[in-house]
């Protein structure tokens, strides 16, 4: 009885204390308040304002997040297995001082939140849609928000683990959500017997560290703590239970960031997935998995240099493989699930670099590896989104088949969507002088300051195959041959299905399709100009 009056002692927190999990309060409130529309509201109009009210909920908390509305706590008057500072303090080093790299992280994950469930709309406007209904869509979304947001503040293993499955749990149930849907199906498949591997992985990881800890002796008040296994695997670096342990927590961890050889599930739960979720996964499951890494790196740095060669090793396989399959690739959906494994190569190159930066001691050089790192995976996730706004706005009942001749003629049909993919593809191939150029300069930078050599060399192929398979969705939309397969019926407004349509554009009088157009414009604009001010801007401060 005394330990569960402590523990519940311990739950107890002053209010002040639970500032830090405002974001993530918030969006779990949002998440409830979207089922609760769609039990009150009867007629279409008033769920539509219900889902305008949530838009415009989000936007107001980005910007709360953003201009630092909600306090920092101390470390000490964290919750009980939280901590908003300890996980992304890397040698001394925190990020984004003025508000926390907390911060930051919440702002990003709201913005993806945001944009799915726009995107969610835009597919929803089509006809033959058969998907869940929208708000358990935007419930969905929010709740795998909120977890990952608090995920990244967790500084205990229990935590961690609860969090990921939450936020797993919602991405089953997201990639599967369109039940008419053979191929959506099939994804969502997929998907939960690579993630139910992937978490009893990881699960089994957790357990070989707990029980190496206690019987190391290094296990004290909190057993699980990011802070005990830490002193474990520096204590005992050549423990096996605890170089298992930490290959199977970081193989749980890849799965989620989508590199070798975790990456097997990408190509056909992308394919399969409603367009606003794979946007999902290809963000905020990503940056999640980013962000875990930090961490998880710090924690395990007592066996660094007998971990770095292998997760090297598996950087490269991931960055040779998805550039080589890429290239024999006309599905959109598949290039870009290959495309994101290998920009996930790209950061995973740059937090290993970073890490040997900072083992080497030199905090000022370790700070702006750091940051050029984080940099690169918000320019990934802005240019990203162009091109996911372009797929969703394609009249095509089944955009699991979206392919090159879907894209034919786009140029002269829809001017605007073209340059917008233009934009995204150039930036993800890294042509000057886009802001994904930017990126890889700093990537580039950050792997010679570590010493990279050899895999530079290999980047810089990668990066020239990369051209190549984006080039040939480029030129498919600025073609001027067939706009359809065979010349039968135009699926872009001619005599087809989809007769009566703008060219390419679906519903263009459905307000969430035309507040895409403005956030598409808004976007990518701002990326070009921001993003590379960004980078000037560091480099002058360094």
């Known amino acids: 009885m005394d330990s569960i009056a402590e523990f519940y002692k311990a ?133 795998a928000t909120a977890a990952a947001s608090l995920l990244l503040k967790s500084a205990n293993f229990v935590a961690f683990f609860v969090l990921l499955e939450t936020l797993t749990v919602c991405l089953y149930a997201l990639v599967g959500s369109n039940r008419g849907n053979a191929h959506s199906l099939e994804a969502g498949v997929k998907y939960l017997i690579a993630g139910g591997i992937s978490g009893g992985l990881m699960l089994f990881g957790i357990v070989l560290l707990y029980g190496g800890a206690a019987l190391a002796g290094t296990a004290a008040n909190d057993p699980l703590g990011y802070g005990t296994i830490f002193s474990f695997l520096d204590q005992n670096p050549d423990s096996a239970i605890g170089l298992a342990g930490a290959g199977m927590v970081l193989a749980g961890v890849m799965f989620k960031l989508g590199v070798f050889p975790m990456q097997f599930w990408i190509p056909d739960v992308y394919q399969g997935a409603p367009t606003h979720v794979t946007f999902f996964l290809a963000t905020l499951s990503k940056a999640t998995g980013f962000f875990l890494m930090l961490p998880m790196l710090v924690v395990f740095s007592g066996v660094w240099d007998k971990l770095l060669p292998v997760l090297l090793a598996c950087t490269l396989i991931s960055i040779v493989y998805a550039n080589l399959t890429a290239l024999g690739q006309t599905n959109v959906k598949r290039l870009l699930g290959l495309s994101g494994v290998s920009h996930a190569g790209y950061l995973m190159l740059g937090v290993l670099g970073a890490g040997s930066v900072v083992a080497e001691g030199d905090g000022a050089a370790a700070e702006l590896c750091l940051v050029l790192v984080v940099l690169y995976l918000f320019v990934y996730i802005v240019t990203v989104y162009p091109i996911f706004s372009v797929m969703a706005r394609m009249p095509q009942k089944d955009d699991a088949l979206q392919d090159f001749d879907d894209y034919k003629k786009l140029s002269k049909r829809n001017p605007f969507l073209a340059g917008t993919l233009a934009f995204g593809l150039g930036s993800l191939a890294g042509i000057p002088p886009t802001v994904g150029f930017i990126a890889k300069l700093g990537l580039l930078y950050v792997l010679f300051r570590a010493g990279f050599y050899g895999s530079i060399a290999v ?84």
């Open 11 to 143: 739950w107890q927190p002053d209010v002040s204390t639970l500032y830090a999990c405002l974001p993530e309060i918030a969006l779990a409130a949002l998440a409830l308040l979207a089922l609760v529309f769609d039990v009150v509201c009867g007629s279409c109009a008033a769920k539509r304002a219900g889902g305008a009210f949530i838009r415009a909920a989000l936007i107001a908390l980005f910007i709360c997040v953003v201009g630092g509305a909600f306090p920092q706590p101390s470390p000490e008057e964290a919750l009980p297995g939280f901590s908003v500072f300890a996980p992304f303090g890397i040698g001394g080093i925190v990020l984004f001082a003025p508000f926390g790299i907390g911060g930051i992280v919440s702002a990003l994950f709201i913005a993806c939140a945001f944009f799915a469930i726009n995107l969610a709309d835009v597919g929803r406007a089509r006809e033959g849609n058969a998907e869940i209904s929208a708000p358990a869509t935007t419930h969905l979304i929010l709740v």
């Open 459 to 542: 980047m810089l192929a990668c990066v020239v195959a990369g051209i190549c398979y984006y080039f040939g969705w480029f030129r498919a939309a600025f073609s001027r041959g067939e706009c359809c397969r065979g010349g039968a019926s135009c699926r872009c407004g001619g005599k087809g299905e989809h007769a009566g349509a703008s060219c390419g554009c679906g519903n263009a009088d459905y307000l969430p399709v035309r507040l895409c157009s403005r956030v598409t414009l808004v976007v990518f604009c701002a990326a070009l100009v921001l993003g590379s001010l960004a980078y000037w801007l560091v480099l002058r401060v360094y």
